[in-house]
């Protein structure tokens, strides 16, 4: 079994900063894709960014120059750096990857808790 664990959601004032991280545990062979979702109220879940193949990284529109997704592979982690939050980034977000168990040829999606991050002032 993998579990996914957020962390560093919270109120901040428009305009602020959080640092939400995610890590993995677990029966893990390989880690792919990690990345980060969100859902606000009465919306679908959407993708805020994530690693692809390799090191590439995939940045919905309205985040990018504002977000910076980075990961510790030792640690199985990955971070999602939040700046110049706006009240519209309000929102659950979720940590999601693709994960080889152990002594398994499967890749199987995985999914965090979620953890809330409010903007307002």
């Known amino acids: 079994q993998v579990q996914l664990v957020e962390s560093g959601g919270g109120l901040v004032q428009p305009g602020g900063s959080l640092r939400l991280s995610c890590a993995a545990s677990?029966?893990?062979?390989?880690?792919?894709?990690m990345g980060w979702y969100r859902q606000a109220p009465g919306k679908q879940r959407e993708l805020v960014a994530t690693?692809?193949?390799?090191?590439?990284?995939n940045y919905a529109d309205s985040v990018k120059g504002r977000f910076t997704i980075s990961r510790d592979n030792a640690k199985n982690t990955v971070y999602l750096q939040m700046n110049s939050l706006k009240p519209e980034d309000t929102a659950v977000y979720f940590c999601?990857?693709?994960?080889?168990?152990?002594?398994?040829?499967?890749?199987?999606?995985?999914w965090g808790q979620g953890t809330q991050v409010t903007v307002s002032s």
């Open positions: 677990g029966s893990i062979g390989s880690i792919f894709a």
């Open positions: 999601n990857a693709g994960v080889r168990g152990l002594g398994s040829l499967r890749i199987l999606p995985y």
């Open positions: 690693f692809t193949s390799g090191n590439n990284t």
